[in-house]
Every structure is written in C-alpha cells, then in structure tokens.
C-alpha cells in the first residue's frame, strides 16, 4: 500500500513557475515509478509526466516537454515536477501516481495508487 501527498500548486500567471511535490508514505524506497496527471475541468484525466524507477528514465506528454521537469529524490520518497513557462491551457487539478508500468515506446500506465490532487491555475 503507498500513501501519496502532493502539494505546491497554486495560482501563478502566464510565463511563471511552480513547483509540484509528491510524498510517498507506506511502502516506501524506490522500487516503482511514478507519474503526473492532470484533469481540467470538463475534460477526462491526461498524462503529463513519468520517471522509471530502475534507471530515472522520464517521460513527458508533448504538449510539455521543454517546459516540464520530473525528478525523483528517493531518499526522501519524493517525486517533484518543476512546471516553467506555465500557459493557461495548463490549468488543472494535478494527481501524482505511483506505482505504474513504463514502456520504452514513452507512455506510462499509471498503478493503482493516486493521490488527492492539486489545484494548479493559470491566469493569462
């Protein structure tokens, strides 16, 4: 069982930055990967970003890459997604999960385990 908690969402206006944290409790160490989500409003849930457990291989949607950045500490079971050049279009609750499958095709599927979500908004 793995316990995820996210935190450093906010409001920020168009071009600024933000800092996504994500802390696993439970199962801890460093055995699995974990990813980013997120879901606007009226819209289904979509993958953002993901880094492998065994060699840190990340892994980005292409609507930010070159903007977004996933990092893992695993000394602090934390993964973090460093968010720069923030557009409105990013604007959604963002859920971090752990526990999900790689492929070396660049997609991720997410495990079962999924936090509660943090508001990230955009202004323009």
């Known amino acids: 069982q793995v316990q995820l908690v996210e935190s450093g969402g906010g409001l920020v206006q168009a071009g600024g930055s933000l800092r996504l944290s994500c802390a696993a409790s439970?199962?801890?160490?460093?055995?699995?990967?974990m990813g980013w989500f997120r879901q606007a409003a009226g819209k289904e849930r979509e993958f953002v970003a993901a880094i492998s457990w065994r060699l840190g291989r990340t892994y980005y949607a292409d609507s930010v890459k070159g903007r977004f950045t996933i990092s893992r500490d695993n000394s602090k079971n934390t993964v973090y997604l460093q968010m720069n050049n923030l557009k409105p279009e990013d604007t959604a609750v963002y859920y971090c999960?752990?526990?999900?499958?790689?492929?070396?095709?660049?997609?991720?599927?997410?495990?079962?385990?999924w936090g509660q979500g943090t508001q990230v908004t955009v202004s323009s």
């Open positions: 999960n752990a526990d999900g499958t790689t492929y070396n095709t660049g997609s991720y599927y997410p495990g079962l385990y």
């Open positions: 439970g199962r801890t160490g460093s055995s699995y990967s």
